[in-house]
């Protein structure tokens, strides 16, 4: 079904039209002032200057016409020439009803099939993955359900970092520490024992340490550089250590993942795209754009409207190593390839900016991609501490993601105990609710904010069942379905909510849904969607303050305030689970 507001908007376009006006200037929203008016449309203003008339002489034109319509209400001109409209209750009646039948809740097919490749989390091989690939994951994630849900055909890569100098640090580090491992043997041929000689646990210490010495001392650095060549040249040795070191890492990240309801259609890496890079560079070189400088191999981007330097592209520094513009450039040869995307995001710190603006400025100069396909950049800030700083742990070091998640579960139980939950609850069931509401906590904080800007992690309020926090949505859904569950109450179709005034501002937010999600999509703007569902809860909490629903003795006013809390649920439910977001059945 198509949103109220499209309805609208083509009966106020046809007004446009007939009066030989182009139909664009009927395009109707939302008010501005909802104690004025329902929606208004501002077209009156732009078709003045073509119509050589006064806004407001166009703007009676079109009321004159509006008012042939029985679904209005009340029709009225303000200001200079915006017309402001409001629908009957019975017209608001029809919409929702039908709404309730719409497994789409009358959000349109924007998509229409075309492929988005979405590359976020970027946790790297070999480093445990910290508090700053928590907002890549949830925003990533988020942004693949909401443009999935808007009719795009979406493709989740995890793009794991593990063909980088990191990975050199640790086998150098490895060789150092135990030269007479077999894999460090140049004449061994294998094969290569199948259990991993190495757990996450010792990657969590070696790493910091390689790459400490590396650091601080050149010559060990070298060693680290020679290793990420000889890697990248698959050294069998080498190769066969980097495969069980992804093993490990891979194993570790899914269980991270999978704790935040985190999903990828796909688990490929730098690396995956290795046999890519040769050809890309024969054919960068062949047609002029790859060039040497200093050493290295390296595609200049500046731009003759370009006032200062812009710095190019690296695809092979001088010792030989490929880059991390080297693998993102040759990710998009393969992206293009094998799935002919409209579009590929990337939801990656914003400090990394620079870089895929390189990245891109690369591709499309050498028609890598086409014009026509959008790469962007979709940046976030940091999750800060509460000094304003990165969060770290009380040691100073950096927070793993995995003792986020456990911090989140601690506190989600302290919370339970406090409100007194868990003495109605046990076992399983406890521990489900403690894990729903540590996650709903540490989501919706992170979302309902800007992606751009940078917020302060404060578990105690992000946890609390009050204010705008995941754990208060949870609440107000079971709350709903609590209340179904005592009026033993199950939705059909042929249920009607009444529209009037105790319900019909509620009725106008749900009215707004569709445009919603369409500015999330957009917009790549998921605390779009944070925003509204926590004002439809807290519309929805208010309105059933002021209606005794249960006692209710008028059978149609009974069912018409079961209908409609059936289908504030059913969007509460719905958004939440584009935030990967779930609520337990009881609390
Ligand atoms: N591994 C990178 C990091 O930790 C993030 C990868 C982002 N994605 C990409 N295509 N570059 O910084």
């Known amino acids: 079904m198509t949103s109220l507001i499209l309805n609208i908007s083509k009966i106020v376009a046809q007004a446009f039209a007939d009066e030989g006006l182009e139909a664009g200037f009927g395009q109707v929203k939302t008010s501005d002032r909802p104690d ?88 790297n091989v070999a480093k445990a993955m910290h508090v700053g690939h928590l907002r890549a994951s949830i925003i990533g994630d988020t942004l693949r359900r909401v443009l999935k849900f808007a009719g795009y055909d979406t493709i989740g890569d995890v793009h794991m970092g593990d063909w980088g100098t990191m990975m050199g640090m640790v086998i150098s580090e490895l060789e150092l520490r135990h030269p007479e491992w077999i894999y460090f043997q140049e004449d061994f041929s294998g094969p290569y024992p199948d259990e991993s000689p190495v757990t996450i646990e010792d990657l969590a210490e070696i790493y910091p340490t390689a790459s400490g010495n590396s650091k601080s001392d050149p010559a060990r650095m070298a060693l680290s550089h020679r290793a990420t060549v000889e890697l990248q040249n698959k050294r069998p040795g080498y190769y066969a250590l980097w ?43 062949a047609k002029h754009y790859a060039v040497m400088d200093d050493g290295a191999l390296v595609v200049p981007l500046k731009r003759n409207e370009d006032t200062k330097e812009y710095p ?59 014009p026509d396909v959008e790469l962007t950049h979709v940046g976030h800030g940091t999750m800060n501490g509460p000094d304003g700083k990165p969060f770290k742990t009380r040691a100073g070091g950096v927070l793993r993601l ?21 003495q109605h609850f046990s076992g399983d069931e406890l521990d489900d609710i403690a894990r729903k509401v540590s996650v709903a906590a540490i989501k919706f904080a992170d979302l309902q904010n800007n992606r751009m800007t940078d917020y302060i992690f404060d578990l105690d309020r992000l946890t609390s069942f009050e204010g705008k926090t995941g754990p208060y949505l949870l609440y107000q859904v079971v709350r709903i379905k609590s209340l179904h569950e005592k009026a033993d109450y199950q939705f059909d179709p042929s249920h009607r909510i009444i529209v009037d005034r105790s319900n019909r501002d509620l009725v106008l937010m749900m009215v707004e849904w569709p445009q919603v999600l369409e500015a999330a999509t957009r917009d790549y703007a998921p605390h779009f969607l944070c925003d509204y569902v926590y004002k439809l809860a807290q519309m929805f909490s208010s309105y059933y303050a002021a209606t005794h629903v249960l006692s209710q003795e008028d059978v149609a006013t009974k069912i018409s305030a079961l209908a409609l809390s059936h289908l504030v649920l059913k969007h509460i439910e719905m958004i939440l689970d584009l935030l990967g977001i779930y609520a337990p059945q009881r609390m």
């Open 402 to 422: 995995e003792d986020l998640i456990a911090l989140g579960l601690e506190k989600a139980r302290q919370r339970l105990h406090e409100a007194g939950i868990d």
């Open 243 to 285: 495969q069980k070191m992804v093993e490990v890492s891979i194993a570790s990240m899914k269980s991270n993942f999978a704790a935040l309801n985190v999903y990828f259609d796909l688990w490929l890496g730098e690396a995956s795209v290795h046999d890519v890079i040769a050809p890309m560079v024969e054919d960068l070189k």
């Open 312 to 370: 190019p592209l690296f695809l092979y520094k001088r010792d030989g190593a490929v880059m991390y513009s080297t693998t993102d450039l040759a990710t998009i040869v393969d992206r293009v390839e094998k799935f002919h995307p409209a579009k590929i995001l990337y939801i990656v710190d914003q400090r990394q900016n620079l870089h895929f603006e390189q990245v891109f400025r690369a591709a499309y100069l050498t028609g890598i991609v086409s």
């Open 36 to 123: 004025l008016a329902q929606f208004q449309c501002n077209g009156a203003m732009a078709a003045a200057k073509v119509a050589k008339l006064s806004p407001r002489a166009v703007a009676e034109k079109i009321v004159a016409r509006l008012n042939t319509h029985d679904i209005f209400s009340k029709i009225e001109i303000a200001g200079p020439g915006f017309i402001n409209l409001n629908l009957t209750d019975d017209a608001l009646g029809e919409y929702v009803n039908n709404l309730a039948c719409d497994p789409r809740l009358g959000v349109r097919d924007i998509g229409a099939g075309a492929t988005v490749v979405l590359d976020y989390g970027g946790p």
